[in-house]
């Protein structure tokens, strides 16, 4: 598990190795794991020229001193100096060290225009949204051309990860010290970081055995064997989790046999469908495997298609069981048309599963005061934890970096999912993880688990349904069983 900690947590924790280090020995440390990054990356792309965007911060040095190491390899090494004082040292000490500094007035353009790596290093985890004038242009200024290696944050992006900064630094890759922070880990802000390389410094959180709990965490491949919920010889299909869903209509017709199909090829022990003549049918057919009609279960999925305003044909009674489950103290999952369900905290676990335009509109409902997509994007985890803390409920936030947020009340971390292609994008996506994360609530997982590890296999059945190329949903859904063996023996 990746586990990231707030920008204050982590000072602490330096102020606290500090203390026991001699004086620069923890910034030597960091310069010397930042250097043989960008050396590697010099190595791989034959490149031999950098330029260090030097703030006047812990960052700047970090940078500074990288640069020495590489210098004295024999790298053409430049800094870019602000009209803001060096964090240590003066130009001329930077330069008897093989590193030269322009500043403003001189032709950093020209330094710029032929860099092969760009170091940032003007802001840190202290600072804040936004670039000083100057360190914009000098952004605006880098080459398509250069790799960009942030020091520990691309610099102007927010380092609590709640919103993104169009102005800040794009990295290619992001070099950070002791541990992640949430702007590494976040969707406002990780498209900003590029590859995150972690140098370990030596600081006291984060390490093996250290049970203080994150700000943010991220499920990794080696965490699915640990908790999955894997048969032993003495379960049945009882023990191993019935699931209950009330998804579909006449007029969406295929959310209940992807959900139904991912649900089933997630391991459940069993699965009722209640659903409308036509869905039912359907999953019938493709779906043999389904009892049909409302009985006793472990759990819930409402929702995936499911139209709370039809007059047709079956309708009525559907909604009849999805307002009972909603009702009960089982766990349930809320997704698509159930939303329009949710009204406050229910009895029991709860997990709701929106996209950004769906979460808008129900924070719109929950709150009285209007809230569009857009602004739903601008702080995903603000408006997740809004929904989360006016239901009581974890709420799953799809997007290309998933959020999985319990209520604050709940004293968790927030959990972030970015394991899936571009290619998910797709209509039934959705769907087809209602399933996967319905059948690990039946199987007895937590909503926070449920909805952290679903998003995982979810993304990875994706890779493998076609690597590299498009997927439909229905693949997805087939390929749900192949990826959970395939995470389970790994």
């Avoid at 703030?55 to 870019?80: K, P, Q, R, S, T």
């Avoid at 032709?107 to 100057?134: F, H, Q």
């Avoid at 970096?401 to 999912?417: D, N």
């Avoid at 970015?418 to 039934?428: F, H, I």
Wanted: charged share 20%; with cysteine; net charge negative.
């Amino acid at each position: 598990m990746l586990r990231a900690w707030s920008a204050a947590r982590v000072r602490a924790a330096e102020e606290a190795v500090m203390a026991d280090l001699p004086e620069g020995e923890l910034m030597a440390r960091a310069a010397d794991g930042l250097a043989e990054v960008c050396r590697a990356r010099l190595a791989s792309s034959g490149g031999s020229r950098v330029v260090v965007l030097a703030g006047a911060g812990n960052n700047g040095a970090d940078a500074l001193y990288a640069a020495v190491h590489l210098a004295a390899e024999g790298f053409d090494c430049v800094a870019l100096q602000g009209d803001w004082m060096l964090a240590i040292g003066d130009a001329a000490s930077w330069g008897a060290s093989g590193v030269r500094v322009l500043g403003p007035d001189d032709d950093w353009a020209g330094a710029l225009a032929s860099a092969e790596l760009v170091v940032d290093g003007v802001l840190g985890i202290g600072g804040r949204p936004g670039l000083p004038d100057l360190a914009a242009q000098w952004v605006d200024a880098i080459p398509d051309s250069a790799y960009v290696v942030a020091v520990d944050l691309p610099s102007g992006q927010d380092p609590a990860g709640r919103q993104v900064s169009d102005t800040g630094v794009f990295a290619d890759e992001t070099v950070t010290f002791g541990v992640a922070k949430p702007v590494h880990l976040l969707p406002a802000s990780e498209a900003a970081v590029g590859r995150l390389t972690l140098v370990d410094i030596g600081l006291g959180i984060g390490r093996d055995g250290d049970d203080e709990p994150a700000d943010v965490e991220r499920l990794d491949f080696a965490d699915v064997a640990r908790l999955w919920p894997v048969p032993g010889a003495g379960d049945d299909k009882y023990s191993r989790g019935v699931l209950g869903v009330v998804a579909g209509g006449e007029d969406y017709t295929g959310a209940p046999l992807l959900c139904c199909t991912a649900a089933v090829g997630a391991g459940l022990g069993m699965l009722r469908y209640v659903g409308t003549p036509t869905p039912t049918a359907l999953v019938r057919a493709e779906v043999p495997e389904a009892v049909h009609g409302e009985g006793r279960v472990q759990a819930w999925v409402v929702g995936p298609g499911l139209d709370t305003h039809s007059r047709a044909a079956g309708s009525k009674a559907q909604l009849d069981v999805a307002r009972s489950a909603l009702a009960s103290d089982l766990p349930v999952l809320v997704d698509a048309g159930g939303l329009d369900l949710v009204d406050g905290p229910r009895p029991g676990p709860t997990l709701l599963t929106p996209h950004a335009g769906e979460l808008a509109r129900l924070l719109s409902r929950l709150s009285g005061e209007e809230t569009d997509r857009e602004t739903v994007q601008a702080d995903p985890l603000g408006h997740a934890r809004q929904v989360a803390d006016r239901t009581g409920a974890t709420v799953l936030l799809k997007g290309a970096t998933t959020l999985v947020v319990p209520p604050t009340t709940a004293g968790l971390p927030v959990r972030s999912q970015n394991d899936a292609p571009p290619w998910l994008a797709t209509a039934g996506a959705g769907d087809v993880l209602a399933g996967v994360c319905g059948a690990l609530l039946a199987g007895g997982l937590s909503p926070l688990d449920a909805g952290s590890l679903g998003a995982l296999v979810h993304g990875v059945a994706a890779d493998l349904a076609n690597p590299g190329g498009p997927v439909r949903a229905l693949a997805v859904a087939h390929a749900i069983p192949g990826a959970v063996a395939h995470l389970l023996t790994r």
